[in-house]
């Protein structure tokens, strides 16, 4: 029984360290707005505190390089003029030094209540969230979007054995897919809003 113990707890231990190699944990819960940085500071040591401070300032600095590039791009494509070199620096250094309070000012904000059955990224989906941290709002959706464990995409493609019959074959990857997320997305109702916009029928009554 003691080694039975023992082993468990050495695979729980093995595992737990690595998820410490990863940033979308500790991201998740600095960009969730219940939790934030007052949840780490509180719960967590001051050593594991650091180490997650520091992955996720380094995951943010790639964000941030993105957004300013593609603002520089839309810039130039609106105005109908290249930038030249001094510009682009002058831009990007602004873009660079707005993001970064953006993101201070987000994770040492007061903890948000979340109204009930929302979850974090429902939080981040909403419009008026988006437009106050336009930046912060990409890396959170793509973070939160990120499924805790992997059971469910197998379980969604083990079901193209059913889509791909012997007259099917000819479909290619990308088109099977594209049919079984499209699947799992009617199934589920994440695409039910999108169709009621795009069509004219009524919308069905509620069950």
Same mark, same amino acid.
């Given at each position: 029984?003691?080694q039975?113990? =023992?082993?468990?707890?050495?695979?729980?231990?093995?595992?737990?360290?690595?998820?410490?190699?990863?940033?979308?944990?500790?991201?998740?819960?600095?960009?969730?707005?219940?939790?934030?940085? =007052?949840?780490?500071?509180?719960?967590?040591?001051?050593?594991?505190?650091?180490?997650?401070l520091?992955r996720?300032?380094?995951?943010?600095?790639?964000?941030?390089?993105?957004?300013?590039?593609?603002e520089l791009?839309?810039a130039?494509?609106e105005?109908?003029?290249?930038?030249?070199e001094?510009?682009?620096?002058? +831009?990007? +250094? =602004?873009?660079?030094?707005?993001?970064?309070?953006?993101?201070?000012?987000?994770?040492?904000?007061?903890?948000s209540k979340?109204?009930?059955r929302?979850?974090?990224?429902d939080?981040?989906? +909403?419009?008026?969230n988006r437009?106050?941290?336009?930046?912060l709002s990409?890396?959170?959706?793509?973070?939160?979007?990120?499924?805790?464990?992997s059971?469910?995409?197998e379980?969604?493609?083990?079901?193209?054995?059913?889509?791909?019959?012997?007259?099917?074959?000819?479909l290619?990857h990308?088109?099977?897919?594209?049919?079984?997320?499209?699947k799992?997305?009617?199934?589920?109702?994440?695409?039910?809003?999108?169709? =009621?916009?795009t069509?004219?029928?009524?919308?069905p009554?509620?069950q």
């Amino acid at each position: 029984m003691y080694q039975c113990i =023992a082993t468990s707890w050495y695979a729980f231990d093995k595992y737990y360290a690595l998820s410490d190699q990863v940033s979308a944990y500790g991201a998740a819960l600095l960009l969730a707005p219940h939790r934030r940085l =007052a949840y780490i500071n509180h719960v967590w040591k001051p050593a594991w505190k650091r180490e997650v401070l520091r992955r996720t300032t380094e995951l943010w600095d790639e964000y941030k390089i993105k957004a300013a590039e593609e603002e520089l791009a839309s810039a130039s494509t609106e105005e109908g003029e290249v930038l030249d070199e001094f510009d682009k620096y002058m +831009q990007q +250094q =602004a873009n660079l030094t707005l993001d970064r309070d953006e993101f201070d000012h987000f994770i040492k904000g007061v903890p948000s209540k979340l109204a009930p059955r929302t979850s974090s990224l429902d939080w981040w989906l +909403q419009e008026s969230n988006r437009v106050a941290y336009p930046g912060l709002s990409r890396m959170a959706i793509d973070i939160l979007s990120i499924p805790p464990m992997s059971a469910e995409a197998e379980r969604v493609f083990s079901g193209a054995r059913r889509t791909i019959s012997w007259d099917r074959f000819r479909l290619g990857h990308h088109n099977i897919e594209r049919l079984e997320c499209m699947k799992s997305w009617i199934r589920t109702g994440i695409v039910t809003a999108w169709r =009621a916009e795009t069509s004219d029928d009524p919308p069905p009554p509620p069950q």
